[in-house]
């Protein structure tokens, strides 16, 4: 197609002026000398247009000229009651999406009382040990009129259960429930370490949350694959690419088997991304992911419907790249990386707050990192035009670069047996491992440079730092006895009876999940329940 013929493609059925405007700007996109932007600059090599396969310029024709993405911030502390007063401060400061952190004894499925947990209730996210807590986290938040984002692998399908039960008691239609749950349990075995139950097993659990929600909830989003944690761990750009996509094959490839068909499954996948410090390698990182899974669910899967084609992804900046040395650094650092996630195409984002190497955020930095994507967004000029670093040679180049050396890694992971046996044979946790090693050998040599750390240095007076309630973590013990006390006995025991029955046999778990949810069983009773039938994981010696 030459180069007047494309022009016409983009007038005249691309961008329609119904949909090239956000509702709340009216005058037309321009710089502020007044000079009128153009929907699209420049060309990509591929000669995908955005909107169009292979989607290396964006999934939607209109990207962010039509609409922003996501403003998502991450939280969960203390209690339900307390992180439900830091929703409500957030959606008050023009947050569009709501995201939970769960502590740790509820991503593995503890209770708050097991001897454990003691430790970390509360420390790290928000503790869900029954349908209770689910009801006190969401109070006077209607389900209906927001999208949520859950955090959580292991324990995914119990905590969904939560979810839809709640949206029930508040009269919510099901078709009316939005959000994702991450479910992603592969990446816990290879980077991240919050798993619970074998990788089979959690493979089916993954999967029957899949076939459920395109029957119940069909607008939830059912995996959302998880790069971000891979990169967390110290992987590279490269190596998060190919680890999560060969993930999301997996994945696929599993739904498949279990007897789904492609289309009705894939258009539901959802992608977490890392946006780290090199603005240009995480821009051609996101491009480069686009077009890679188009690829793979058109060519490999035989997918036919193009939402299947999509990789609709959220991003989070890159929390272990924060220090606790000149916090204020940090407000720096986020913004070049959120400017890399919407400069990539990103869908939904999260900025890091400035004092999360030193603590939980305090409502005030968790405000100004939610300032930073409005600033991004509203007084930038970025978002008024469509992949604006599209077409540079310099772009366009690391994007191929990108995509290559991740295909060569990912054709390594294939040769093991796929991503399940690579990970049993530990070399994604050896690659990961060896990454993070040498980025911080090179960090003591001084190779690399981190402002406040090995440079620039400064004399320091101890910085302020937010603290929970100290007296929370009794509140939630006291709020689970409650509900152990309160409930129907009889009932919990005949759901965690047909729950065992159903991990037995082939049936969808999800459901008698619900069943037992409803009937307030708890997380931990509910994890023991599936541990008595799948057994625990044990890590294989990779180092």
Sequence with gaps: ???????????????????????????????????????????????????????????????????????????????????????????????????????????????????LAQAEVGRVGVPVNSLADMERLFEDIPLGEVSTSMTINATAAILLAMYVALARRQGVEPDRVRGTVQNDILKEYVARGNYRFPADPSLRLTTDVMAFCREEVPAWNTVSISGYHVREAGSTAVQELAFTLSHGRAYARAAVDAGLAVDDFAPRLSFFFNAHNHLFEEVAKFRAARRMWARIMREEFGAENPKSWMMRFHTQTAGSMLTSQQPDNNVVRVALQALAAVLGGTQSLHTNSRDEALSLPSEESARLALRTQQVIAEESGVADVIDPLGGAPYVESLTDRVEADALALMAKIDALGGPVKAIEAGFPQREIHRSAVEWQRKVERGEETVVGVNRYRVEESAPSIFRPDEGAREEVLADLSIVRAERDAAAVEGALRAVGEAARGSDNLVRPILAAVEAYATTGEICATLEAEFGTYKAPEVL
């Design 1 to 115: 197609m030459d180069g007047e013929r494309r022009e016409c493609d983009w007038r005249e059925t691309t961008w329609r002026p119904e949909v090239d405007r956000r509702p709340e700007r009216k005058a037309a996109f321009s710089t502020n000398s007044g000079i009128e932007l153009e929907p699209l600059y420049g060309d990509a090599p591929d000669g995908g247009l955005p909107g169009r396969y292979p989607y290396t310029r964006g999934i939607r024709p209109t990207m962010y000229r039509g609409r922003l993405w996501t403003m998502r911030q991450y939280a969960g502390f203390a209690s339900a009651r307390e992180t439900n007063r830091r929703f409500k401060v957030l959606l008050e400061s023009g947050q569009t999406g709501l995201s939970i952190a769960f502590d740790l004894p509820t991503q593995i499925g503890y209770d708050s009382d097991h001897p």
